[in-house]
């Protein structure tokens, strides 16, 4: 059965600061998936890594996928009040697109 | 804008009556689409899988008889929730994928059971 674990799982960090956001897998997966969620509202797709190394990055946000390792990290550089949100990793099981969610980090990004 | 809509976004209904929350890919295909659940502050729960043309893959633990899923056709799926009681208010979201590994996610649809 196929587990995913994040950590932490919840984040409260300064304004300017760095952090990370780990995500780890426990059985073989090639697809893994980075969300954003705001409070009341659906997912928002951060990042889509299918690939072993796979690093991808969007404004202060980077993820990378070590699929030997089953980790995959969603990197904050220089945090900004805008980023505070729940955000969750998913991983793909098998051929279909079923996910199996983390248990999510809900940020807080303090002034 | 968005490519998987779910409607209603909220509804609120009496105990014991169904409600039907309806999942439409807008602009592609979706041979198979996810419905997923969501209790506060929790994660997602993945509740079935909805093939088009066949009977819904439940998740261990979920009643088929409660949440009933049609896929009637490649644009929509329905999660009927039957029966309604307060333990099934929740947030509940459908998921689709149009190939190459991207998925979408519809708005989500907040059940409240009173």
């Known amino acids: 059965e196929l587990k995913v674990e994040q950590n932490p799982l919840f984040l409260s960090m300064q304004e300017g600061k760095n952090y990370t956001i780990y995500c780890n897998y426990s059985?073989?997966?090639?697809?893994l998936y980075w969300y954003r969620q705001d409070p009341g509202k659906s997912l928002e797709s951060l990042f889509v890594l299918l690939s072993n190394g796979a690093v991808k990055q969007e404004g202060r946000l980077m993820a990378s996928l070590d699929t030997k390792a089953r980790l995959s990290t969603l990197h904050i550089t220089a945090a900004v009040h805008d980023l505070s949100a729940t955000y969750f990793c998913a991983v793909g099981m098998d051929s279909s697109y079923k996910l199996i969610f983390g248990s999510g980090t809900r940020l807080l990004v303090r002034p | 804008g968005a490519v998987v809509s779910q409607h209603p976004s909220r509804v609120i209904c009496k105990s014991g009556t169904s409600v039907k929350i309806e999942c439409r890919s807008l602009d592609f295909q979706a041979t198979t689409m996810f419905w997923y659940r969501q209790f506060p502050k929790q994660s997602l729960m993945l509740m079935a899988t909805?093939?088009?043309?066949?009977?819904?893959?439940?998740e261990q633990g979920v009643e088929k008889d409660k949440f009933l899923i049609n896929h009637a056709s490649l644009t929509l799926s329905t999660l009927t929730v039957t029966s309604a009681h307060p333990e099934d208010s929740s947030f509940y979201i459908c998921s689709a994928s149009r190939g190459s590994g991207e998925l979408f996610f519809g708005e989500g649809s907040r059940l409240t059971v009173l």
């Open positions: 909805s093939n088009e043309g066949s009977k819904a893959t439940y």
């Open positions: 059985t073989t997966s090639d697809r």
